[in-house]
């Protein structure tokens, strides 16, 4: 029964998303659609499209009738909207409005790190970019991008929970409350140094909950970025973090670990990852079971179906994935993260 059941809920996310994609552009049938099976991947080596939920891979070069994308260097960041693919690069910010079939450029051609679109980007055409050499800003869609005042550091990730805009720097957390035409000062208790990764509270409007990671483990602002306070694994380097339900996930160097109490313990999980760095979390947005989730490694790609436990391969590995996504449900423009 529990297969049927995912069978037919699989159907019907197909079919809703198809109708949703062609009633949002007006396409026939013919035109392409998304699928619950699509995921992406980057990598130094470029983007990669699985059409089978990670059963294969094929590397990206670009349609005919769009930018080829062989040759853009590593893909570093993924950010996929119910439309729209944003892909950051080596050579520069590249998008898709037909689920990845066709690319086009976007007016910045250098080392993109991450992006950040609006949540309405009907409404705000906003598109922030993460650079080595600053944040960058996009008023027009892509077009052209301006400096913001965070300039002459790198910049990793960035949340959006709105209004205030949180980035993660090679100084530690910044934050606007003006869409990055200012940023306030640091907060106290974090050190001024990289933070490589990043998760908010989803109710941040009324619980402002910040977790950073970075060279020296990792730190929580429970006001907003005001103060901060150690939240464990000293001494790991945190590639990432992911807040998942109850459940807050950190991938560092020194494998993969969990905590039931946003930080305040840890437990290291992850049977199936030996010899392999997590560098990326990822839970699909229809999983197949409530604790599915994909991590991408220096040496590939692994799924679990048990909440991290134990891991299998996926594909690509013989790559260092750095980036992994797939698309959102219809309505739904951002990943949630719930405390």
Known sequence: MTSLF??????????????????????????PVVTTLTLFAGSASGLWVSSNWGGDWELESGAASGAALDGIGAVHHIFLTTTNVYIAADKGLFFSTDFGRSWAPTGYDSIALSVLPSRYPDADPTIF??????????????????????????????EWPGPELVVATERGVSISADSAETFKPAGRGLPEAPIHSMTLSSLWGLDPVILAGGESGVYRSRDGGKNWHEAGLSGHTVNDLFWFGPLLYAA????????????DSWAPLGRGLDGVEPLRLMFPRYPESGTELFLATTAGIYRSMDGGARWQPSGLLDERVLAIATFPPPQIAEPMKAK
Request: aromatic share 6%.
């Open 252 to 263: 560092t160097d020194q494998g993969l670990f969990r905590s039931l109490d946003a930080g």
């Open 129 to 158: 970019i993460a650079t080595p050499g600053g944040l960058l800003k996009s008023q027009d869609g892509g077009h052209t991008f301006g400096p913001t005042p965070l300039q002459d550091q790198a910049v990793y990730r960035m």
């Open 6 to 31: 995912r069978s037919a809920r699989g159907l019907a996310l197909v079919l809703s998303l198809a109708s949703f994609s062609a009633q949002a552009q007006g396409l026939g049938d013919a035109e």
